[in-house]
């Protein structure tokens, strides 16, 4: 069973708008979130991450928002630039264990 | 190194054919992971080792799977008598600490024929 969705397997953006990337999870055990970026031929690459003590965390033009009680997060990306261009992976780690569940990611395509 | 070496890039294995597929993780990092990513799919847990011991392998999908990291550092993810179900993309990731975020390599892509 998937612990970590991620509904939308795509999303268009125009440049210099916002780009919102949504992602929903299961485990209540889990206490500490991240998203990963993801170009073709490469491995993930490590975005931003909240902790489950926080609702929000910014960096740049990437902002977290991790609503606990709706086992919901997402991150928002503004302004959108084509380079943003790329699959997007919500993570999940359980205070109790040590693997990372993963989203099924989203493609991100921001349009110049 | 800089960051998380994977080889080979791309492997092509005939169907019954051993694999072997290596990860050299960043200098000093501890922990190291391996995932099997599907294509549209994001990566699945595989196993997990801290230094030279193996936490855990219950994402292992079968015993024809096989992990090691004998000194700590290199690690080699085996799979024998392959079959075309385990055609898939094959991730490496290190980090520093237990629940520290982890730094990928670019994987290594088999194919089953």
């Known amino acids: 069973d998937q612990q970590v969705k991620q509904n939308s397997p795509s999303l268009s953006v125009q440049e210099g708008r916002i780009s919102i990337l949504n992602c929903d999870y299961t485990?209540?055990?889990?206490?500490?979130f991240l998203w990963y970026k993801k170009y073709p031929a490469e491995g993930p690459t490590f975005l931003i991450s909240?902790?489950?003590?926080?609702d929000k965390n910014e960096d740049g033009r990437f902002t977290v928002f991790l609503n606990k009680s709706a086992k919901h997060l997402s991150l928002h990306i503004v302004p959108s630039q084509p380079g943003d261009s790329a699959v997007y992976f919500c993570?999940?780690?359980?205070?109790?264990?040590?693997?990372?569940?993963f989203g099924t990611g989203t493609s991100l395509t921001v349009i110049p | 190194g800089a960051g998380v070496s994977q080889s080979p890039r791309y492997k092509v294995a005939k169907r019954g054919q051993d694999v072997a597929l290596r990860c050299d993780p960043i200098?000093?990092?501890?922990?190291l992971f391996w995932y099997q990513q599907a294509l549209g799919q994001g990566p699945e847990f595989l196993t997990y080792?801290?230094?030279?011991?193996?936490?855990?392998k219950s994402g292992l999908p079968s015993d024809r799977f096989f992990a090691e990291r004998p000194e700590g550092s290199v690690s080699t993810l085996k799979i024998q008598r392959t079959q075309q179900e385990d055609s898939a993309v094959y991730l490496c990731?290190?980090?520093?600490?237990?629940?520290?975020?982890?730094?990928f390599g670019s994987g290594t892509q088999l194919s089953v024929l």
């Open positions: 990731a290190s980090s520093s600490g237990f629940n520290e975020k982890l730094f």
């Open positions: 485990n209540s055990m889990f206490d500490y």
């Open positions: 909240i902790s489950s003590i926080k």
């Open positions: 993570a999940a780690l359980s205070n109790t264990g040590n693997q990372f569940y």
């Open positions: 200098s000093g990092h501890v922990s």
């Open positions: 080792f801290q230094n030279e011991a193996q936490l855990d």
